[in-house]
């Protein structure tokens, strides 16, 4: 590891990169959420180089408030980020705000456009991305008043009229719990048949069913007025809750070859480290339930186990070279050298 130069902006230092890369950085993070943003800043102050490669398309761009992180709640994700790009390159940081293609043997990092990096540890937070169900208005109203996690938003739109669209399996436990922000909690199947069980816990907890196919969801002046059903009945909600199939970016972690788990998660340890030697995964992208006050945990985490993994690294080179020194064989006095 080496000491924290100044501050560089990538547009500053690509030129120095492009084809086989010059620099070794230290670790090479790939993505700038807060999972990958919290590792490279915890990275940087150990005084490792660090490269953040982001291609700019955060998950949750589409919400206009952030909840849930101590002193940070109801501020704009985009300002977190922000925030967070400062700090790093006052550390010394390199961002690079671009893609990547592959990573090569030896850590090569390609980026889009030829350029590569080279790591001595990688640490991968792309994230996930979440695929809605095809019912008109539903992306359009996603991250408005068309949402996701009860803990994120339930309690902006607390007491009021709630639907649930019953799109996913997990639908049921989400309007299960929506009721512990509205006592009015309306679960519409859809075209997923409830069972026995189902149907009396949505009872016993106070959700009313609404059966019927979903057709659309109604919109009145740029506000959601309800949910209409094929059959042209509109059940008034003011706002409503959809569990997403939600597909974490990780083919670059299945090119490496990291383990994945019975769900098709990559798996990893309690820090972060995946099956490959020398890679990190964090966020979203191997936990789809993570908020970004968790990512940002994870990246913590997984950055105090690579500057440990390289800090031993370093040690056992530095015991070879010192052992090296120690048996090596002087040259006779006055002999030609």
């Known amino acids: 590891m080496s000491d924290t130069k100044s501050p560089r902006r990538a547009d500053e230092v690509g030129s120095k990169v492009a084809g086989a890369a010059e620099k070794v950085y230290d670790a090479v993070v790939i ?9 490279a800043l ?6 490792c180089t660090v490269a953040v490669v982001d291609g700019g398309r955060p998950r949750n761009a589409s919400a206009a408030h952030m909840r849930g992180f101590l002193s940070r709640d109801g501020m704009p994700p985009a300002d977190l980020l922000e925030a967070g790009r400062a700090e790093l390159t006052g550390y010394g940081a390199d961002i690079f705000d671009n893609h990547v293609d592959r990573i090569a043997p030896g850590f090569f990092v390609h980026l889009s456009g030829g350029a590569a990096l080279r790591a001595r540890r990688i640490v991968v937070a792309t994230g996930l991305r979440d695929q809605l169900p095809d019912l008109p208005g539903v992306r359009e109203r996603w991250g408005r008043d068309l949402l996701h996690c009860p803990f994120c938003h339930g309690y902006e ?14 639908s049921v436990d989400q309007a299960l719990l929506l009721v512990q922000w509205s006592a009015d909690v309306v679960h519409f199947p859809h075209t997923r048949p409830l069972s026995d069980q189902d149907r009396e816990r949505l009872t016993a907890r106070g959700v009313r069913t609404v059966e019927g196919e979903i057709k659309r969801l109604a919109v009145t002046d740029d506000r959601l007025q309800g949910v209409e059903l094929t059959d042209g009945r509109v059940v008034p909600r003011s706002a409503a809750f959809v569990f997403p199939r939600m597909v974490p970016n990780d083919s670059l972690l299945t090119e490496l070859g990291c383990a994945k788990d019975e769900r098709g998660v990559v798996t990893t340890d309690g820090s972060g480290r995946t099956s ?12 789809p339930r993570a908020q970004v006050v968790t990512a940002a945990g994870m990246g913590a985490a997984a ?7 390289l800090v031993d690294e370093d040690i056992d080179r530095a015991l070879e070279a010192h052992r090296a020194a120690a048996h090596a064989v002087p040259a006779p006095q006055g002999a030609a050298v």
Do not use: E, S
């Open 31 to 39: 993505g700038a959420g807060a999972g990958g943003l919290n590792a």
């Open 42 to 47: 915890v990275l940087a102050r150990a005084r």
């Open 157 to 170: 739109v607390r007491d009021q009229p709630l639907g649930v669209l019953g799109t996913h399996p997990d």
């Open 276 to 287: 490959v030697y020398g890679v990190w995964a964090v966020g979203n992208v191997v936990d």
């Open 303 to 309: 950055a105090f186990a690579l500057t440990h993994d």
